[in-house]
């Protein structure tokens, strides 16, 4: 009988032990984990879906082997793609800086090895290669997760739409208005801020985000202008060729309507009577108020 209670009170001191190390291991891991740095734990993504409705699935299940770069991988150990509709900042082309090799971490943690689908244009042959031959695509996981969508959400990549590749367009810039209220990653930085009129001619000849209220429009020569001030000949503005003109035409967007509306614009600044962008589709243009 002595016996036996001296070998159940061993197995009970025993399980407490046990219980003990358990649950001293468990909170050092998680004190561990606290103290890590955001880096070494990984980036933290929720599932962000895309909106394809207006596309057409052009490959449903290909393999991703290769992540290139920051908007570029392989599938099936052949085919190049280019994560269509996004722009991951650089720094310079001899230096690109952290930013780039980040988007290409976060591509190799979330699309490496893993199934996608690609989703293109409902037109075949229009926004569907590059002039290098790599496929261009929206890509989603084969769980649901959108590759597009999660780079813009870490804040390392910006919206740009292109005129043969408009598509999720209004799906992509709320993610992008998102990952700037929450300041993630580009946005934490005072280089990427979106521009008001007066700093864009600090930034002639780069892929910028401008927004402010329309002081006036104007038609001259067959060009449509957007004016934010009073000076059109040497502050900022946006132009629109009678060509492109169409496109809005054809949307029902009226360009005389944003008299007095602010507007956020995104291309490349260029310099002629000052700072300028050229819209070359609707989707470059958002309505703010």
């Known amino acids: 009988m002595a016996f036996k209670q001296s070998l159940l009170a061993f197995c009970v001191a025993l399980m407490a032990f046990f219980g003990a190390f358990s649950a001293t291991a468990q909170e050092a891991a998680e004190d561990t984990a606290q103290s890590a740095p955001k880096e070494a734990q990984g980036p933290m993504l929720p599932m962000i879906r895309g909106d394809f409705r207006d596309m057409r699935l052009a490959v449903a299940k290909a ?3 290769d992540v290139i770069d920051g908007v570029t991988i392989e599938v099936d150990g052949k085919h190049k793609v280019r994560l269509v509709g996004v722009w991951v900042p650089w720094d310079s082309p001899e230096d690109p800086g952290d930013n780039v090799k980040k988007a290409q971490t976060l591509l190799k943690k979330f699309a490496m090895g893993r199934m996608v689908r690609l989703y293109q244009p409902r037109k075949e042959g229009v926004g569907t290669q590059n002039r290098l031959g790599q496929i261009l695509a929206q890509v989603e996981r084969d769980d649901g997760l959108w590759l597009q969508g999660a780079l813009i959400y870490s804040g390392l990549a910006t919206v740009m739409t292109s005129p043969s590749n408009p598509e999720s367009a209004s799906r ?5 208005a998102d990952a700037r209220k929450r300041k993630a990653g580009l946005w934490d930085d005072a280089r990427w801020a979106v521009l008001t009129p007066e700093k864009a001619t600090d930034f002639v000849n780069e892929y910028r985000i401008v927004e402010g209220r329309v002081f006036s429009t104007a038609m001259k020569n067959n060009v449509f202008y957007i004016n934010f001030s ?3 000949r040497t502050d900022f503005t946006v132009t629109i060729s009678s060509d492109k003109r169409l ?27 000052g700072p300028m962008i050229e819209i070359t589709h609707p989707e470059q243009i958002e309505v703010v108020k």
Do not use: C, H, P, S
Request: charged fraction near 25%; avoid cysteine.
């Open 230 to 232: 009073r000076d059109w």
């Open 172 to 176: 992509m810039y709320q993610v992008e």
């Open 63 to 65: 393999k991703v082997t």
């Open 247 to 273: 496109t809005f035409a054809r949307e029902g967007i009226n360009l005389m309507g944003l008299n007095g509306k602010t507007i956020r614009v995104r291309g490349w600044v260029r310099n002629f009577n």
